[in-house]
């Protein structure tokens, strides 16, 4: 499977470790190291169907493979920066297996590919091919050139046709089902355009999938195996994928169309942004029951003056009277959310607003980040950066705070009974880890033929990153 190590911490649904059928030979073997989102991480599992239909196997290690993907993120400078050391140390390995008489074809696929385009070869000529995220069906003729002895392949285009009509539905059925939990992609690129932000240059125009392919995933992937799914966007409250009746369809709606595939329990989405939770969103989180209570929506920062150099489109105050909204709908949601502090122009009175809305709205989880000049965004022409230490001095103030209401929160689940799925094997033998409906990682000693299932925990410490549990049946009989 992918190699994940470098992906967000945390994801919702990370997939346990499993094999796949091997249905007939494999000669040759790819190594597909994934960086930055979960969409990246629902990429590099269609691109390994792809490769696995042209006798590819995955490898955990790029000693042993034939071919190399990278399959990277340009959201921050150290994200970027990352691959280019990958590639360093993949030169000496392309090197190594060439005394050996192997041939290595290196790869770069992602974000960092779509930004930098030719760049990349030219500065790390080690790299094969730089294909951007919309040209991934089309690996089989890459790799065709590449067997041909092509080099310096750069495909970053955004095509017309829609590369998930084009890469192959069958397959998932067997390939996609790699634990209990799944992503979906639903929705793709972001018109947004926050000024900070790399994403619509890296991911092109917004683009829904119609309703009937999703749901037709869904039940592909329900059907082997899985019992939770996350849609994906980059945006996807913005989701208006066509509908039954020819319409657009939002997200609300579908979600309460998946919510009918029986064998599907869960069902999460993200990331969001605070303008497009419309009414029908929100109500759905009251009135679905398979929508978990859990919700990302960043705000990035507390200071209106802040929220409109970045684009928003939102002040903080309107934030706040959203969150309320979508209280009175699910009162036990918890809340998640995306700050950068340090955005050019911030002043002390700036950041203490948003310690003041992190104060006011009480997150259960949250990612914080010091902003990074990213080339090409309007932000980073600013003049006025904020210095490194301040940022730093400011990255751990809140850092604090957050890290103080996660703990609140964890804690305030200690005594309860939740439903948690478990997916995957905990570090301890005979111990199982799983999620709770809030997204939470739940440690428990249970059998493993409880791995899979959906089972209530009664919660017996709540910790700074996870919960400790135990069988709420087990306590029960003694
Ligand atoms: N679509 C999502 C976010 C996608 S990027 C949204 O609208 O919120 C994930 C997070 O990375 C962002 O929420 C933001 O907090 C952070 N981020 C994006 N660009 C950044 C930059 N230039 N510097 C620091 N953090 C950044
Ligand atoms: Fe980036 Fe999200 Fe803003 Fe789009 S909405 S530009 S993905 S931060
Ligand atoms: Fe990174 Fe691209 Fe995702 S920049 S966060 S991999 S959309």
């Given at each position: 499977m992918p190699d994940r190590s470098d992906t967000v911490p945390a994801l919702p649904g990370e997939a346990a470790p499993s094999s796949r059928p091997q249905d007939r030979p494999k000669d040759r073997k790819v190594f597909i190291k994934t960086y930055g989102c979960q969409m990246n991480v629902y990429d590099s599992e269609r691109m390994s169907d792809v490769l696995g239909d042209m006798a590819f196997s995955e490898t955990e290690t790029p000693e042993d493979a034939?071919?190399?993907?990278?399959?990277?993120?340009?959201?921050?400078?150290?994200?970027?920066?990352?691959?280019?050391?990958?590639?360093?140390?993949?030169?000496?390995?392309?090197?190594?297996?060439?005394?050996?008489?192997?041939?290595?074809?290196?790869?770069?696929?992602?974000?960092?590919?779509?930004?930098?385009?030719?760049?990349?070869?030219?500065?790390?000529?080690?790299?094969?091919?730089?294909?951007?995220p919309q040209a991934y069906h089309r690996l089989p003729q890459f790799l065709e050139k590449a067997a041909r002895g092509e080099r310096g392949l750069v495909e970053t285009d955004f095509p017309v046709e829609d590369k998930f009509?084009?890469?192959?539905?069958?397959?998932?059925?067997?390939?996609?089902?790699?634990?209990?939990?799944?992503?979906?992609?639903?929705?793709?690129?972001?018109?947004?355009?926050?000024?900070?932000?790399?994403?619509?240059?890296?991911?092109?125009a917004e683009y829904s999938r119609p309703v009937s392919r999703i749901e037709a995933e869904a039940r592909r992937l329900v059907d082997a195996g899985v019992r939770e799914v996350t849609l994906l966007g980059q945006n996807v409250n913005a989701f208006h994928g066509e509908g039954a009746d020819g319409k657009p369809w939002s997200l609300g709606r579908l979600v309460t169309v998946l919510a009918d595939i029986e064998g599907?329990?869960?069902?999460?989405?993200?990331?969001?942004?605070?303008?497009?939770?419309?009414?029908?969103?929100?109500?759905?989180?009251?009135?679905?029951?398979?929508?978990?209570?859990?919700?990302?929506?960043?705000?990035?920062?507390?200071?209106?003056?802040?929220?409109?150099?970045?684009?928003?489109?939102h002040t903080a105050e309107s934030y706040l009277r959203l969150i309320e909204r979508i209280r009175k709908s699910r009162p036990d949601i918890a809340l998640s959310s995306d700050f950068i502090v340090g955005f050019p122009g911030e002043t002390e009175e700036d950041f203490e607003a948003t310690l003041a809305l992190v104060r006011e709205v009480g997150?259960?989880?949250?990612?914080?980040?010091?902003?990074?000049?990213?080339?090409?965004?309007?932000?980073?022409?600013?003049?006025?950066?904020?210095?490194?230490?301040?940022?730093?001095?400011?990255?751990?103030?809140?850092?604090?705070?957050?890290?103080?209401?996660?703990?609140?929160?964890?804690?305030?689940?200690?005594?309860?009974?939740?439903?948690?799925?478990?997916?995957?094997?905990?570090?301890?033998?005979?111990?199982?880890?799983?999620?709770?409906?809030?997204?939470q990682s739940v440690h428990v000693e249970a059998p493993e033929e409880f791995f899979g299932q959906l089972v209530p925990v009664k919660i017996l410490r709540g910790g700074a990153n996870s919960l400790e549990g135990a069988l709420a049946a087990s306590l029960a009989a003694e």
């Open positions: 034939d071919l190399v993907i990278l399959n990277t993120c340009h959201i921050r400078e150290k994200a970027a920066e990352k691959v280019y050391s990958e590639l360093g140390r993949l030169r000496l390995l392309k090197e190594e297996r060439a005394k050996a008489g192997k041939e290595t074809v290196i790869g770069v696929a992602g974000c960092v590919a779509q930004a930098e385009g030719e760049e990349m070869i030219r500065r790390a000529p080690v790299v094969d091919m730089v294909f951007g009509d084009e890469l192959p539905a069958a397959k998932a059925q067997k390939t996609l089902a790699r634990g209990k939990t799944a992503f979906l992609t639903v929705q793709e690129g972001c018109d947004k355009f926050c000024t900070f932000c790399v994403v619509p240059y890296t991911r092109g599907l329990e869960r069902i999460r989405y993200t990331t969001s942004h605070p303008r497009d939770m419309d009414d029908e969103l929100i109500q759905a989180h009251g009135a679905v029951e398979k929508l978990m209570p859990y919700l990302h929506l960043p705000v990035q920062s507390g200071s209106d003056k802040i929220l409109e150099a970045m684009n928003r489109q997150y259960a989880q949250a990612y914080s980040f010091k902003y990074s000049p990213r080339p090409g965004t309007p932000a980073s022409n600013e003049e006025v950066q904020v210095p490194e230490e301040v940022k730093t001095e400011r990255l751990a103030r809140l850092q604090a705070l957050l890290n103080e209401q996660q703990n609140v929160f964890n804690a305030s689940c200690e005594g309860r009974t939740l439903p948690v799925l478990f997916d995957r094997k905990g570090r301890k033998p005979g111990q199982l880890v799983g999620r709770s409906p809030y997204l």
